[in-house]
């Protein structure tokens, strides 16, 4: 009998394995449309841009006066955001929607406990959030459990190389896919 139900499992898989493979990367993706907010909070880990300018673009509309950007070291000696901040200017994004937020965070959660005490000095209680597609779901959950009082509006930028419904078509995807599903284990077991 378990062997029956083996090939059960199998023989479904094989006839359903895009959309099980759909539902775990849109499981990734908790994002929503923006809103008024008191400032855009660009979270550091995006070597493509897309991040900063998502960030940007909704200052241009009008969502929100200005863009904290958070940024690490380890670039060659620069934070991210001394190099993020230059890319959105060359293009066509003013310098002034940005503020620098340099430091040493090795993840999202030390992120957020570094760059949460300063939303909380400068008086912001509702703040978006910009994060890749794929970082939505956790981000939103590290910053909403470590800041109760605040509000977080989760903003996906796009990735070129993962989309929740066909991230398995390119060895990106899958990587990014296997990266984000363990950091997402991890937190959950609090390693």
């Not at 855009?40 to 950007?69: C, E, F, H, K, S």
Request: aromatic content about 12%.
């Amino acid at each position: 009998m378990p062997g029956a139900a083996i090939i059960v499992v199998v023989v479904l898989g094989a006839l359903f394995y895009s959309q099980i493979l759909s539902s775990l990367g849109s499981y990734l993706v908790k994002a929503g449309p923006p809103a008024k907010a008191d400032v855009v909070l660009v979270l550091d880990g995006d070597a493509t841009g897309q991040r900063i300018l998502t960030g940007a673009q909704l200052v241009r509309d009008g969502y929100a006066p200005q863009v904290l950007v958070s940024g690490s070291t380890g670039i060659y000696g620069y934070y991210a955001c001394d190099l993020a901040i230059p890319f959105a200017v060359k293009h066509g994004y003013p310098e002034s929607y940005f503020v620098h937020f340099e430091n040493d965070a090795s993840s999202t959660v030390d992120e957020a406990r570094l760059v949460l005490p300063v939303i909380r000095k400068q008086g912001y209680r509702r703040i978006l959030l910009v994060t890749s597609n794929y970082h939505t779901r956790r981000a939103s959950g590290i910053y909403g459990t470590q800041a109760p009082e605040l509000t977080f509006i989760t903003v996906a930028a796009p990735d070129k190389s993962f989309s929740a419904n066909g991230w398995w078509h390119n060895r990106e995807g899958r990587k990014t896919f296997l990266y984000e599903w363990l950091k997402t284990v991890a937190n959950w077991v609090g390693a």
